[in-house]
C-alpha cells in the first residue's frame, strides 16, 4: 500500500535530517541556549507547551547523538499529556552517505502519558492551532487541493523509490505509563509498558519482547480487571512487498478481577508463523496454539481480503480436556448428574471456510465421553439460517440427567420439605424454551445409533427436522426400539403464549412391556404393539402437557399377557367367595396370556377412556372398559371376564350355564402399586351374578316340573281315554255280539216256526 511506504519514507527521511541537524548544531551551537526558543516557537506555531528542565547534551563522528532529561509536553492550558525522564539517541553519520540509516539506539526512559476523552468525544492530545497556524494549514490545504490531479503520478513515482537500508542496534522504551481516561464509556485504562526491539534491518528478522501490565476500570478504579502479558517473537519487515512475519510468537498473559470467574487466569498463545501481506489484504496463521485451564487448542487460519471482502479458512483441534473441571473452575453450575464420571472427557476437530455471508463447517468431530458425532453444518448470516447434519453413536443422556428419585420419597418430600414458594418455583420452571425456539431458523437431519434416555434403549433415532418462525416440524420421526419400529410426525407451535404439541404416532410390532418396564417401572402388560392415531397436547410443564393430551388412539396387542393380574384366579376366587368354599391359589400362575387385545383410546384432558376393548385367550373372553389417568399414574378399570372353568380346583369348577356368565373384576389404583394386589374380583358383582343365577335356575326347574306335571297330565288323560276307548270297543263288541247271537237265535227260531209251519201244511 502507498501510505505504507510513505510513512516509511517519512521516518527515515525525519532521521535523516535530524541526524544532519543534530551534527550541525553539536558544532557550533549550544542547545541549552535555545531552550526559552524552542518553547516559544512550539507554543505559537503547535500551541504546545514544552518542558524542560534537564540539559540537553549530544556527541557527533562518528555517531550523532542526542539526549534529553526531564522533559514535559501539554497541549495549550492542558496538563502535560507526556513525560519522560531521559531520552537517548545515537546516528550514524557515515552510513548516511550511502543512503544507509544506522540508529545505534533509542532509548525512552520512564516515559508517562495522560491521555483523556472528554464527554463530547474531545481527546487531549488533539491540537488546537493558533490562529496563524490555522491560516498557514488552511493555505497548504489549498495548495494540496490545487494538486490533486497529480496524485497518481506522485503516487507512481513512490511506488518506484528505494526505501534506504536502515538498521537499528536496539529501540527500548523502558518503564512507560500510560493512563487514558473516556468519559464517554466511562472506562479507564492503565498500562505499564517495557518495549526491546534488537539488530533491527528490513527483511531481516530481529528480536521483540515486550512486557505489559493493563488495568481496566471505571473512573473511580471500581470493579479493575487487570492483564499482565509478555510477548517474545521474531519480527520481519519486508518494505518493498508492504508485508511483516512474526515467526516463534509466543504471548504469556494473566487476567485476574471479580468479573472473571477464575481468577487469575492464565494463558499461553504461540503460534509458529503470522504473515500479514497489506497489499493483498490477506493473514496467514501457521501452527497456532492456545493453551488456558487444561484446554489445548491448535489451529491454522488463512484470511484473504480481510478489508475489503473477508474470507477464511480454518482448521481447529480441540485436545481432550476435562469439560467438568474447566466448567467447575469457570465457576460455571452444574446441574446434577446420574454419573459423577459424566463430561470428564471431550476433544473436537473442525474445518471451516467461508465469507461474512455464509461459513461452511465440514467436517465437525466431536467426542463427548463415550459418544462420537460426525457432522456438517452450512450456516447464512444474512439472515440467519443453518442446514445441520448430524450422525452420532453411543450417547447415554441419562448419564447426564438428575439421579431418579422414588416416586414415594419425592412425594413425601415436597409435601413436607418444600415450602409453597419453593413449590411454586418449581411449577414455573419451563420445560421448553419458548424465547429460544422462537429464534431457530433452519434444518437439521440427524441419524443416531444406541440412545438412552429416561431409562429407554433406542436402537435408532432418525429425524428430519425444520425451524421457522416459532413451529418446529419433525417429518419424519423414525425409531427402532424394542424389537420394533416407531414412524411419526411431529410439530411443535410456540407462536402463541402457550407451546402447542401436534403428534401423529405410528407403533409397528414394538415389545411394550420392557419399554413401560424401563420408561415408567411398569411392567403390568406385554405383548407385540401396533399402535395409531392423533394427539395433540399443549403446555410447558410435564404436568401441563400430561393434562391436556387430547386425541384417539387405536391399539392391537398380540401375544401379550396382563402381567401380575391372573384373571382365571380373580373369577375363581369371587366363584369360591360365593360358594363359601376355599381356592387353592397356588395353583394358578401370575399372569393373564391373551392372543389379542384390541381397543379403540379415547384420551381427554390426560384421561384415557377404552370402550370396546376386546381380548381373546384360552379359557377366557374378557371386555372391559374404565379409564386410565396419566396426570395422576393410575387407572380405575373393570373388565368383564367369561371363563369356561378351572380344571385346576374343585372350588372353581363351572357348569355350562356358569361358563356362559361373564363375571367383573375391577382394577383399581396407582402405576406404582404391587401388580399382584391391583386387579381383584367384585364380589358384589359375582352375589348379583350367582343371585340371579339361582333365580334363573329356579324358575327353570319350576318350568321343569310344570311341564312334567302337564305332560302327566296329558298321558293319564290319554291313557284314560284309550280305556274308555277300549271299554266302548268291547262293550260294542259284546252288544253286537249279542245282537248278532240274538238275531242268530231269532233266525233259528223264526226258521224252526216256519219248519212247524210248514210241516203244520204238509
Given at each position: 500500500?502507498?501510505?505504507?511506504?510513505?510513512?516509511?519514507?517519512?521516518?527515515?527521511?525525519?532521521?535523516?535530517?535530524?541526524?544532519?541537524?543534530?551534527?550541525?548544531?553539536?558544532?557550533?551551537?549550544?542547545?541549552?541556549?535555545?531552550?526559552?526558543?524552542?518553547?516559544?516557537?512550539?507554543?505559537?506555531?503547535?500551541?504546545?507547551?514544552?518542558?524542560?528542565?534537564?540539559?540537553?547534551?549530544?556527541?557527533?563522528?562518528?555517531?550523532?547523538?542526542?539526549?534529553?532529561?526531564?522533559?514535559?509536553?501539554?497541549?495549550?492550558?492542558?496538563?502535560?499529556?507526556?513525560?519522560?525522564?531521559?531520552?537517548?539517541?545515537?546516528?550514524?553519520?557515515?552510513?548516511?552517505?550511502?543512503?544507509?540509516?544506522?540508529?545505534?539506539?533509542?532509548?525512552?526512559?520512564?516515559?508517562?502519558?495522560?491521555?483523556?476523552?472528554?464527554?463530547?468525544?474531545?481527546?487531549?492530545?488533539?491540537?488546537?492551532?493558533?490562529?496563524?497556524?490555522?491560516?498557514?494549514?488552511?493555505?497548504?490545504?489549498?495548495?494540496?487541493?490545487?494538486?490533486?490531479?497529480?496524485?497518481?503520478?506522485?503516487?507512481?513515482?513512490?511506488?518506484?523509490?528505494?526505501?534506504?537500508?536502515?538498521?537499528?542496534?536496539?529501540?527500548?522504551?523502558?518503564?512507560?505509563?500510560?493512563?487514558?481516561?473516556?468519559?464517554?464509556?466511562?472506562?479507564?485504562?492503565?498500562?505499564?509498558?517495557?518495549?526491546?526491539?534488537?539488530?533491527?534491518?528490513?527483511?531481516?528478522?530481529?528480536?521483540?519482547?515486550?512486557?505489559?501490565?493493563?488495568?481496566?476500570?471505571?473512573?473511580?478504579?471500581?470493579?479493575?480487571?487487570?492483564?499482565?502479558?509478555?510477548?517474545?517473537?521474531?519480527?520481519?519487515?519486508?518494505?518493498?512487498?508492504?508485508?511483516?512475519?512474526?515467526?516463534?510468537?509466543?504471548?504469556?498473559?494473566?487476567?485476574?478481577?471479580?468479573?472473571?470467574?477464575?481468577?487469575?487466569?492464565?494463558?499461553?498463545?504461540?503460534?509458529?508463523?503470522?504473515?500479514?501481506?497489506?497489499?493483498?489484504?490477506?493473514?496467514l496463521i501457521d501452527g497456532l496454539a492456545l493453551s488456558s485451564m487444561g484446554l489445548n487448542l491448535d489451529a491454522k487460519i488463512q484470511a484473504f481480503e480481510v478489508l475489503s471482502n473477508p474470507q477464511f479458512a480454518a482448521t481447529l483441534s480441540v485436545g481432550t480436556f476435562n469439560p467438568?473441571?474447566?466448567?467447575?473452575?469457570?465457576?460455571?453450575?452444574?446441574?446434577?448428574?446420574?454419573?459423577?464420571?459424566?463430561?470428564?472427557?471431550?476433544?473436537?476437530?473442525?474445518?471451516?471456510?467461508?465469507?461474512?455471508?455464509?461459513?461452511?463447517?465440514?467436517?465437525?468431530?466431536?467426542?463427548?465421553?463415550?459418544?462420537?458425532?460426525?457432522?456438517?453444518?452450512?450456516?447464512?448470516?444474512?439472515?440467519?439460517?443453518?442446514?445441520?447434519?448430524?450422525?452420532?453413536?453411543?450417547?447415554?443422556?441419562?448419564?447426564?440427567?438428575?439421579?431418579?428419585?422414588?416416586?414415594?420419597?419425592?412425594?413425601?418430600?415436597?409435601?413436607?420439605?418444600?415450602?409453597?414458594?419453593?413449590?411454586?418455583?418449581?411449577?414455573?420452571?419451563?420445560?421448553?424454551?419458548?424465547?429460544?425456539?422462537?429464534?431457530?431458523?433452519?434444518?437439521?437431519?440427524?441419524?443416531?445409533?444406541?440412545?438412552?434416555?429416561?431409562?429407554?434403549?433406542?436402537?435408532?433415532?432418525?429425524?428430519?427436522?425444520?425451524?421457522?418462525?416459532?413451529?418446529?416440524?419433525?417429518?419424519?420421526?423414525?425409531?427402532?426400539?424394542?424389537?420394533?419400529?416407531?414412524?411419526?410426525?411431529?410439530?411443535?407451535?410456540?407462536?402463541?403464549?402457550?407451546?402447542?404439541?401436534?403428534?401423529?404416532?405410528?407403533?409397528?410390532?414394538?415389545?411394550?412391556?420392557?419399554?413401560?418396564?424401563?420408561?415408567?417401572?411398569?411392567?403390568?402388560?406385554?405383548?407385540?404393539?401396533?399402535?395409531?392415531?392423533?394427539?395433540?397436547?399443549?403446555?410447558?410443564?410435564?404436568?401441563?402437557?400430561?393434562?391436556?393430551?387430547?386425541?384417539?388412539?387405536?391399539?392391537?396387542?398380540?401375544?401379550?399377557?396382563?402381567?401380575?393380574?391372573?384373571?382365571?384366579?380373580?373369577?375363581?376366587?369371587?366363584?369360591?367367595?360365593?360358594?363359601?368354599?376355599?381356592?387353592?391359589?397356588?395353583?394358578?400362575?401370575?399372569?393373564?396370556?391373551?392372543?389379542?387385545?384390541?381397543?379403540?383410546?379415547?384420551?381427554?384432558?390426560?384421561?384415557?377412556?377404552?370402550?370396546?376393548?376386546?381380548?381373546?385367550?384360552?379359557?377366557?373372553?374378557?371386555?372391559?372398559?374404565?379409564?386410565?389417568?396419566?396426570?395422576?399414574?393410575?387407572?380405575?378399570?373393570?373388565?368383564?371376564?367369561?371363563?369356561?372353568?378351572?380344571?385346576?380346583?374343585?372350588?372353581?369348577?363351572?357348569?355350562?350355564?356358569?361358563?356362559?356368565?361373564?363375571?367383573?373384576?375391577?382394577?383399581?389404583?396407582?402405576?406404582?402399586?404391587?401388580?399382584?394386589?391391583?386387579?381383584?374380583?367384585?364380589?358384589?358383582?359375582?352375589?348379583?351374578?350367582?343371585?340371579?343365577?339361582?333365580?334363573?335356575?329356579?324358575?327353570?326347574?319350576?318350568?321343569?316340573?310344570?311341564?312334567?306335571?302337564?305332560?302327566?297330565?296329558?298321558?293319564k288323560e290319554a291313557d284314560l281315554k284309550a280305556e274308555l276307548q277300549a271299554k266302548r270297543e268291547a262293550e260294542e263288541a259284546r252288544l253286537k255280539a249279542e245282537l248278532e247271537a240274538k238275531r242268530e237265535a231269532e233266525e233259528e227260531r223264526l226258521k224252526e216256526k216256519?219248519?212247524?209251519?210248514?210241516?203244520?201244511?204238509?
Open positions: 500500500m502507498v501510505w505504507f511506504k510513505r510513512f516509511i519514507y517519512f521516518v527515515l527521511i525525519l532521521l535523516a535530517l535530524i541526524g544532519l541537524a543534530l551534527a550541525y548544531v553539536g558544532l557550533f551551537v549550544n542547545p541549552n541556549d535555545f531552550k526559552d526558543e524552542l518553547k516559544q516557537v512550539a507554543m505559537e506555531k503547535a500551541n504546545v507547551r514544552l518542558r524542560l528542565e534537564g540539559d540537553i547534551s549530544w556527541s557527533f563522528f562518528p555517531w550523532l547523538g542526542l539526549e534529553l532529561e526531564n522533559i514535559g509536553v501539554a497541549i495549550g492550558s492542558d496538563a502535560e499529556i507526556v513525560q519522560f525522564d531521559r531520552a537517548e539517541f545515537g546516528l550514524a553519520i557515515m552510513p548516511l552517505l550511502e543512503q544507509t540509516i544506522q540508529v545505534d539506539k533509542v532509548n525512552l526512559v520512564n516515559l508517562k502519558a495522560h491521555l483523556h476523552k472528554n464527554a463530547q468525544g474531545e481527546g487531549n492530545w488533539q491540537l488546537q492551532l493558533p490562529p496563524s497556524s490555522k491560516a498557514d494549514a488552511n493555505t497548504a490545504a489549498v495548495k494540496g487541493s490545487s494538486n490533486v490531479s497529480s496524485s497518481a503520478e506522485e503516487t507512481a513515482q513512490s511506488s518506484q523509490m528505494k526505501i534506504p537500508d536502515i538498521h537499528l542496534e536496539e529501540l527500548r522504551i523502558e518503564n512507560a505509563q500510560i493512563v487514558y481516561r473516556d468519559e464517554q464509556t466511562q472506562q479507564r485504562i492503565e498500562a505499564d509498558l517495557d518495549i526491546q526491539l534488537q539488530d533491527v534491518q528490513w527483511d531481516q528478522a530481529w528480536p521483540m519482547v515486550m512486557e505489559a501490565s493493563v488495568t481496566q476500570s471505571d473512573l473511580q478504579g471500581n470493579q479493575p480487571l487487570k492483564m499482565e502479558a509478555s510477548v517474545n517473537s521474531q519480527l520481519t519487515v519486508f518494505p518493498e512487498r508492504e508485508s511483516l512475519l512474526l515467526d516463534a510468537l509466543v504471548v504469556q498473559a494473566k487476567v485476574s478481577g471479580e468479573s472473571i470467574p477464575a481468577s487469575p487466569l492464565e494463558a499461553k498463545l504461540s503460534a509458529v508463523s503470522v504473515a500479514m501481506d497489506l497489499p493483498q489484504e490477506n493473514l467438568r473441571t474447566l466448567l467447575n473452575a469457570l465457576q460455571v453450575p452444574l446441574p446434577d448428574m446420574a454419573d459423577a464420571t459424566a463430561l470428564t472427557k471431550a476433544s473436537a476437530n473442525v474445518a471451516l471456510e467461508g465469507s461474512l455471508d455464509e461459513v461452511t463447517i465440514q467436517p465437525i468431530s466431536i467426542a463427548l465421553d463415550d459418544t462420537k458425532i460426525e457432522a456438517n453444518a452450512v450456516l447464512s448470516l444474512a439472515p440467519l439460517r443453518w442446514d445441520v447434519s448430524i450422525a452420532g453413536a453411543n450417547l447415554d443422556l441419562d448419564r447426564y440427567l438428575p439421579e431418579p428419585v422414588d416416586t414415594e420419597v419425592e412425594a413425601v418430600t415436597t409435601n413436607t420439605a418444600e415450602s409453597p414458594q419453593a413449590q411454586a418455583n418449581t411449577a414455573a420452571t419451563d420445560l421448553i424454551p419458548v424465547e429460544l425456539i422462537r429464534g431457530l431458523n433452519g434444518h437439521v437431519g440427524l441419524i443416531f445409533d444406541d440412545i438412552k434416555v429416561k431409562n429407554l434403549t433406542i436402537d435408532q433415532l432418525a429425524l428430519d427436522t425444520t425451524q421457522s418462525n416459532g413451529v418446529v416440524s419433525i417429518a419424519p420421526l423414525q425409531a427402532s426400539l424394542y424389537q420394533g419400529k416407531v414412524s411419526s410426525q411431529l410439530r411443535l407451535d410456540v407462536r402463541g403464549n402457550t407451546p402447542k404439541i401436534e403428534v401423529v404416532p405410528s407403533v409397528s410390532g414394538v415389545q411394550v412391556q420392557p419399554l413401560l418396564t424401563d420408561f415408567m417401572a411398569m411392567d403390568k402388560i406385554a405383548g407385540e404393539t401396533f399402535l395409531s392415531g392423533d394427539l395433540t397436547s399443549q403446555g410447558n410443564s410435564v404436568d401441563a402437557l400430561m393434562s391436556s393430551i387430547q386425541g384417539d388412539l387405536l391399539v392391537e396387542m398380540k401375544q401379550g399377557a396382563l402381567v401380575g393380574a391372573n384373571l382365571t384366579k380373580s373369577v375363581c376366587e369371587g366363584i369360591a367367595s360365593i360358594r363359601k368354599e376355599t381356592l387353592n391359589a397356588s395353583q394358578f400362575g401370575d399372569d393373564t396370556p391373551f392372543e389379542t387385545m384390541r381397543f379403540p383410546a379415547h384420551i381427554v384432558d390426560g384421561q384415557i377412556s377404552t370402550p370396546g376393548l376386546t381380548m381373546s385367550s384360552a379359557g377366557l373372553q374378557v371386555t372391559g372398559d374404565g379409564t386410565i389417568s396419566l396426570p395422576t399414574q393410575s387407572l380405575n378399570y373393570q373388565v368383564n371376564v367369561g371363563i369356561t372353568g378351572s380344571q385346576l380346583d374343585d372350588a372353581c369348577q363351572v357348569n355350562e350355564t356358569v361358563s356362559q356368565l361373564t363375571f367383573p373384576v375391577v382394577c383399581k389404583g396407582a402405576f406404582s402399586d404391587d401388580p399382584a394386589g391391583l386387579c381383584r374380583p367384585d364380589l358384589a358383582g359375582f352375589g348379583t351374578l350367582f343371585t340371579n343365577l339361582a333365580k334363573q335356575e329356579a324358575a327353570q326347574k319350576l318350568a321343569q316340573e310344570k311341564a312334567k306335571l302337564k305332560a302327566e297330565l296329558k298321558q216256519l219248519k212247524d209251519k210248514l210241516k203244520s201244511l204238509f
